[in-house]
Each structure stands twice: as C-alpha cells, then as structure tokens.
C-alpha cells in the first residue's frame, strides 16, 4: 500500500516535470518573473547580490528597422556582449505635445523584448535630453513654444514637461514587465546625459536641477539604479559613470567611495558630420582601452556604437551625416567590421575566463619600468590570480620580467595573464580575421535606369508671400521643424543712375545666414549657393549677378541640416538668413535688412508630397534633365536579388535629401568635399525592409544640380575574409579553459600552445576560393596582400586543402605546417591568407563595382 502510493507520488512528480518541459518557454518566463534585485558596491552591479562584469554594446531602435534587430542583437551576443544599451528619443515617440508614436521603428518596448528573449541585459538612457548626435538632442521642437522655457536647467516649465516625459517611458517599461526587479531586463536607467559642463553653465541652478533630476528619477521607483553619465559627483545614489576614449587612465572613478567604476561610452570611432575625413579606431587601441580599464578596477564598458546604423529622414543633428559609426564592430548594415567585432570578442572571453579574480581579487599594482606596469587581482588562499601587463610606450615593444618568467610585450599593449602566468590575450596581437567590405551591381537595377523629373523651378517673389516682415525671419520659428526649407524673397527698385557705370563690374549680392545652406537667385536666374560647416554655422554667400533697372527680385532657399544637440541655451539657436545687401553698385552698398521680407515654408514638391505614391501623381514629371538646381528626380527599380544590403552611389550628386517608397532615407551631400577632397558620404543605406520586390520608387530632391543617370544602387558584401597573424601571437583565447584555478589547454596540448588562424565565412557562405597565401613576410592588407622576399614554398597549397568548400577553417601559424625551413633569419614569420566566400550554390554574385571603402 505505501509503496503503491509513494509510486503514484512519483508519477506525479514525474508528470509535473514533464509539463514543465511541454510547456518550457512558460516555465522559463515563471522563474525570471520573479524579478531579479540589482545593486551595487565599489568593485561591481550585482544580480541579485552577485558582483558581476558586464560587457555593453550601444544599438539605438530608432536607427535600424526593426528586421535587422533580431540579427543585430543575436551577433551583440556572439561577440561576447551580455547588455545592449539604447537612448530614449523623446522628439520621435512624441512629435507635437501629447501625440504619441511607438510604432515600427519606434517600437522600443519591442526592442527591450527581443533584448530579453536573447538572454542579455539592457540599459536604458530616458535622458530625455540625449544629445545622440540626434535632432535637436531628442527635445521635440515642440518644447520650445513652451512659455518661458529654458532647457535643462532649473526651470518649472522644462522640469515638468521633463517630468512627465521620464514618467510616461518609466510606465511603458514597467507595464511590459522590462525592468529586472520585474523579471525584464533592463538594470539600469539613466537620467539627464552629460550635464557636468552645463551645470557649469548654470551654476547654481544647474547644481539644483541636478538634485532635482536624482530624485525625480528615483521616485519613478523602477527598482534599478539610475546613472549619470560624465558626472563625476551624481548625487544621493545615482551612479556616475564616465563617457569618453580612454577612461582607465583619463578618470579617477565615482569620488563616492561607495559606487562602482562604470563606462558607459566608450567610442569605437568618432561620429562624423559632412566635412569631415574618414574615421578609425583600431581594433587593438580600442581593446587596450577596455583592458586598460578593467585593470584598474572597472567592471562594466559600453561601446558607443557597438552598431551605429542610419540617421533616416530628418533625424540627424545640425550637419551629422546619415551613415553613423560605421566603423563600430557591427558596420551600419549589420555586417561584421573585422577585425574590430572578433578581437573584442576575445578580449572579453579573456576577462571572463579571469572573472572570479577580478571581482573578489585583492587589487594591487607593481611598476615593472618606465611606462611598464602589472596590475594583478589575487585571491591568495584561493590561488586565484589575473595579471595584465602593460606596455604604455608607443614606440618600443619590450621584453620584461613577471614573478621570475619572461613576457614579451609590444609597444601600447596589455597582455592577459588568465592564472598571473599563460597569457591568453594581447591587445596588440589580432587574432581574429579581417575582412574587406566590396560593392556590386546588380542585374536588377542597371535595367530601366531611366529619371523624370519635377521641377521646383517657381522661383516664387515677395508678393506671393505670406509670412512679411521687416527683416528676414528666424529660420526654425517658421519651419517648427516640419522641413528643412524656407524661401526668403525681397524686391527692390533701382534706378538707372544706381546701376554700375561700367559694363564689366557685376554688383555682389550678399547673404549673412545663421546656417548652415542657401541657394540665391535673382530675377529668376541662378546666382549661387553656399554653406556653413559644423564648428562654423553662420556663413555668407557672396556671389556676382545681374541687375536691371527697375525692380528686382531677390529670392534665397536656405535650408538647415538639422537642429543642434548640444550645449547650453538649446531652445535659442538659431538658422536662416540674417544680414543681405548687395555691393558694386555706382550708390555704393545697398543694405536690404530692413527691405520688408516676405517667406514660403518648404517646397512644392514637400507641400505636395510627391515623393509618396500618391503625391506623385498631383504633379507633372518630365523626362530628366542634368546639371538643374531646384529639381526633384525619380526613377523606379526591382529589388536585388539576394539578401545583400542595398546602397546607393550618389557621387554624381550635389546635395538633397532622399526618398524610398515615401519613406525619408535621408540627407545626402555630395559637393562638400573633406580635407582629401572626397564627400564625407556617398553611399547611402536602402534598407531592404523599405523596398518590395518590383517597381520601387526613387525620389531625390537636389538643390545644385547633378547628373541622376550615373546614380548607382549597388549591394554590399563582406565576403572576402583575411587573417594576418604572426607567430608570436599568444595561442587563441578559444583554446584555453579554466580548470578551478589553473589555466589549461582544452584538449591537451600542454602549456605552450602555437597560435592559430581561423577562417570563418557570414552565414550560409563557404570558402570558394583562397586567394593570397603566405607564410614569411607578405605586406598589406586585407583585399590587398603582396608577398614579401621570404616565404615558405607551400602555404597557398596547404590553404586550399583546409579551407575550400568549408565554412569555417583553422591554419596553423608555424613554417614546418607550410613546408619549413623560412630561410630569412630575424624576421617574425607572419600568416597572411585570403579567402573568397560565396553561397554554395554558384552563379549570383556579381563583379566588384566599386572600390573597398
Ligand atoms: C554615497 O553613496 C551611497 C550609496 O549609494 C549613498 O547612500 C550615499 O548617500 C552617498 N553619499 C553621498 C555623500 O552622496
Ligand atoms: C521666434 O518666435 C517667438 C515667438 O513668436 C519670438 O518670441 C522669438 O523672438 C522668435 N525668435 C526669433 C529669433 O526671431
Ligand atoms: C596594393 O598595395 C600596394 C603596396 O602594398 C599598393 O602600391 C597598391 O596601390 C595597392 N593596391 C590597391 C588597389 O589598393
Ligand atoms: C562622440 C564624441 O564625443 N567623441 C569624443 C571622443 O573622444 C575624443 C577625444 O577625447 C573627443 O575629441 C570626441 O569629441
């Protein structure tokens, strides 16, 4: 009878388990619901009072669609990140004062949802002033017709709409369950961004909205602590974290004792606005950083951006291009930049393997010479011990001498030794792959490259127009952000004695703008166009033109890249046109300020919508025409074949801005040339969740003139893979395990492993052909290798035999693997492979159209 009745007990049991594992999404959903309790002390956050290291990566919803989200977060986590930090973007979830939009790309809850579904963590930046190099810092314009408002400060009418705006999110979060006290994953929240400088600014008024900011993000009760970024005395129990490119040497953590050394920016390149030359950082400096910093004693880095994406539309700040952080690991197509993306991936499997010394290890640091020190983490009767050896001189690579053994450390490196003894990582030795980013025509859009086009033409005079008044008008308070554009126009009246006496001097017309473009026309014909730059807004154009006797007509479009997003007094910057007169005239110079101006706000073509499907129609198209100034083209193409990001090569264009099936894909601008004399941006992103398969519609409007036929649209691939190795790499972070306190080889090997080479192709690829192969002193790179005068006679052979047809293959970085003997004494013999990856299937792929970028 018992025994009877215990059974069925068992069973019971036994089918209890079982549906738990029927139901295993549910059961798994129960356990975290519970919620998790997150705090802190001096070394770390703790998950439910366990310190923890955490590896961040920034990806901001707003700048990708949202299917590219699930890729972008899977390889955020492949490459070792275990949180993915977001801004909030005020102006897009509220664009006029209580019209809420969390759709599609704005669908945050849904961002922190697929964050939680991968198993990672999340942090969420509310700001609500965010900077972000997004419009007008995430502030809706709307905030500046506020009475009496002045931005962050301690002001009632900001603190209150600040208020609200910070509780509206906070709710949102909380009824999806996303913050970890609830089950979600969000742990932390920060308030405000980079305020230290401002509160500078407003002295004593910043000090009070600072306070005030503390504690009306703490009241919200999220049950996670709140941070402050670039702050190094945030108060009561926010924690202050730093921002910037090198925070293990440049701060001296929170000056509160008691909260833990968090870096919640740490730039991966620096954004870029129009104007400015390309961008690198190095795989290896930003990695030296990290490891820098968790060396003296932080526990937490971000990457800014881990994937940058695109600023679609209008929502870039003042001048900031559409292509943003392209150089982060992930490129702004999702794509892997190598060798940035694999390196931090090692880097952070090295910290992690040496987490345990790390977070409980007595922190202690022994100079080793000039520029040359250990820092160690020990836990002394445990045996648990890491050491990182840095090397911070830029010019000598050293050999030097811990705890009795030598260490060959290369100028401005860190090396990781996992047990204080096996060094699994070095900052400065790659061992991850490289790659080479190609363009490529496609079959589908070389067809029917054929334009119309819609003049804007309708140079439109100050009698037409509404908006008068004495002097030109400020440019936002009439735009309310809504465009980009405004027409100021002006007549005037000369008389035949005013005119210039000589034939050959033309009168200058001069146009002060407050920024940032204009184009001038008078009596219908074109005189010119001109720009401010980022560090320099206000400019003037200054162009010679025709004048008649009797009245004039002077019109200008100016225009603006967007609103400013940093800096004290937000809510006064200005744009627009501000001073014109015109000189060489026989009376001398004619001031026109206070002409009597007359502005029409945005174009025919906005006011019409003809980039949309059904604005289109509402106008007549021509076929097209080059070199116009003012003129709206379109052309329709099929979707490229494939699963390829699409691009488009603008380079025979001026400057505009551009559409996709109605949606606004941004700013581009072509005629502004960087110090090396090439556009800051050519090829802009068409992302493929914005096209259908046939008949796409292209729309740019273009406002000097350009040639639309050469316009490209190109795919874009990452599919030919590299590794340049040398044999003093220490053996691959991926062959060493931890076996309680020793550091060990998997699989044997003993303690002196050889490094190794991987090749891995993106998904769904294999290796189809190699290319170069070289064992000795090949040079260059990736895409571009040369072979050096020494080389061992069978590397390309051994190569092939390894890696063709296969999706992933290891090499092995030692002359006897490729035929020995490298008769060149002195040199470090280097690895230097190239692979070709492709679908299985052959046939596609087409040939490179542009060069690597
Ligand atoms: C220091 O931090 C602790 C822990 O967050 C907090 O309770 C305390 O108020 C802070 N001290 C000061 C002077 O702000
Ligand atoms: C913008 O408009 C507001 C309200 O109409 C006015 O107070 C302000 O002076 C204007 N700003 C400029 C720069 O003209
Ligand atoms: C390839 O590298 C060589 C020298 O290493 C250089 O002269 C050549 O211009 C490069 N070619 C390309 C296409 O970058
Ligand atoms: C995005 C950003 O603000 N980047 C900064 C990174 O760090 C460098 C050097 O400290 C600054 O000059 C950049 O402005």
């Avoid at 925070?247 to 104007?275: H, I, S």
Wanted: aromatic fraction near 10%.
């Amino acid at each position: 009878m018992r025994d009877s009745m215990s059974g069925h007990r068992a069973r019971l049991a036994a089918l209890a388990v079982a549906l738990m594992m029927a139901s295993g999404a549910a059961a798994a959903w129960e356990l975290t619901k519970k919620g998790t309790v997150i705090s802190y002390d001096r070394r770390s956050l703790m998950v439910d009072g366990r310190r923890e290291i955490f590896f961040s990566g920034s990806i901001h919803y707003p700048r990708s669609p949202p299917d590219m989200w699930p890729d972008l977060i899977a390889k955020a986590k492949e490459g070792g990140l275990n949180v993915i930090e977001s801004y909030v973007f005020w102006n897009i979830h509220e664009p006029e004062k209580g019209v809420l939009n969390f759709e599609g790309r704005y669908d945050m809850v849904k961002f922190f949802k697929m964050i939680q579904d991968n198993d990672m963590y999340a942090i969420v930046r509310i700001g609500p002033f965010i900077q972000a190099e997004w419009n007008h810092g995430g502030l809706p314009y709307w905030l500046r017709e506020i009475p009496d408002i002045v931005f962050r400060t301690n002001n009632e009418p900001f603190k209150s709409h600040m208020e609200k705006f910070v509780n509206l999110i906070v709710k949102k979060l909380k009824d999806a369950n996303l913050f970890a006290s609830q089950g979600g994953p969000i742990i932390l929240a920060q308030i405000e961004n980079e305020y230290q400088h401002l509160e500078a600014a407003f002295k004593e008024e910043g000090t009070k909205y600072i306070n005030w900011a503390a504690k009306m993000a703490e009241a919200t009760s999220t049950g996670v602590p709140w941070i402050m970024c670039k702050q190094t005395k945030a108060p009561g129990e926010v924690i202050p974290t730093c921002n910037g490119r090198n925070c293990g040497d440049t701060w001296p953590g929170p000056t509160n004792k008691t909260k833990p050394l968090l870096w919640t920016e740490n730039w991966t390149a620096q954004y870029r606005v129009f104007g400015d030359p390309p961008s690198q950082r190095s795989a290896e400096d930003i990695a030296f950083a990290v490891a820098r910093f968790f060396s003296v004693g932080g526990t937490m880095t971000n990457y800014y951006m881990y994937h940058g994406g695109t600023n679609f539309g209008r929502t870039a700040a003042a001048f900031v291009m559409p292509k943003y952080y392209d150089e982060a690991p992930l490129d702004e197509f999702g794509l892997y930049k190598e060798p940035k993306w694999g390196h931090l991936r090692d880097l952070h499997q090295a910290l992690k393997l040496c987490k345990k010394a790390l977070l409980w290890g007595t922190m202690s640091t022994q100079p080793l010479g000039k520029q040359l020190e250990a820092r160690v983490f020990e836990v002394k009767d445990q045996n648990v011990c890491v050491a990182f050896l840095s090397n911070h001189n830029t010019k000598d690579d050293v050999t030097l001498t811990f705890r009795g053994q030598p260490y060959f450390v290369p100028r401005h490196s860190i090396s990781i030794l996992a047990d204080c003894k096996t060094v699994v990582f070095s900052t400065q030795h790659v061992n991850s792959q490289h790659n080479q980013r190609t363009f490529h025509f496609t079959d589908q859009t070389v067809q029917n490259n054929v334009w119309q086009m819609f003049d804007e033409e309708k140079i439109p005079k100050y009698k037409q127009a509404k908006i008068r008044t004495r002097k030109p008008e400020e440019l936002y308070n009439l735009t309310k952000d809504k465009t980009d554009y405004v027409w100021y126009t002006s007549s005037f009246k000369l008389e035949s004695d005013d005119m210039p006496f000589r034939r050959d001097i033309r009168p200058v017309l001069e146009v002060n703008s407050h920024g940032h473009a204009s184009v001038a026309f008078v009596n219908n014909a074109f005189v010119g166009c001109g720009h401010g730059t980022k560090m320099n807004k206000a400019f003037m154009l200054q162009k010679p033109m025709d004048l008649k006797k009797g009245v004039n007509h002077i019109a200008v479009l100016a225009s603006t890249l967007g609103m400013m997003d940093s800096g004290a007094y937000l809510e006064h910057r200005e744009a627009g046109i501000d001073r014109v007169q015109i000189t060489g005239l026989n009376a001398g110079t004619l001031d026109l300020t206070n002409n009597g101006w007359g502005h029409i706000v945005s174009l025919v073509g906005e006011q019409k919508e003809i980039y949309t499907e059904k604005g289109m129609g509402t106008v007549a198209w021509k076929p097209a025409v080059n070199d116009k100034p003012l003129t709206w083209y379109k052309r329709n193409f099929d979707m490229p074949s494939g699963d390829d990001p699409v691009v488009l090569d603008l380079s025979p264009m001026g400057k505009g801005m551009m559409f996709v099936n109605g949606e606004g894909i941004g700013r581009y601008w072509i005629s502004y040339k960087h110090a090396l004399g090439r556009p800051s941006q050519q090829l802009y992103h068409v992302p493929r969740s914005f096209l259908r398969e046939k008949n796409n519609v292209l729309v740019l409007f273009e406002e000097e003139g350009g040639h639309p036929e050469a316009i490209m649209i190109l795919t874009v691939k990452r599919d030919n893979i590299c590794t340049f190795m040398s044999e003093k790499n220490p053996a691959h972070i991926k062959n060493w395990q931890r076996q309680d306190s020793q550091i060990t080889a998997k699989g044997g090997g003993g303690g002196d492993l050889k490094p190794q080479a991987t090749l891995s192709c993106p998904p769904k690829k294999v290796i189809q052909q190699v290319v170069f192969a070289s064992f000795g002193n090949p040079q260059g790179i990736c895409g571009n290798y040369t072979l050096g005068n020494c080389h061992t006679p069978r590397a390309h052979e051994v190569a092939e035999k390894a890696c063709l047809g296969q999706r992933t293959c290891t090499l092995p970085v030692s002359a006897d693997a490729y035929g020995g003997d490298l008769k060149c004494p002195g040199t470090t013999a280097t690895l230097a492979v190239q692979a070709k990856c492709s679908k299985r299937a052959p046939g596609a792929p087409g040939a490179p159209a542009a060069a690597a970028q």
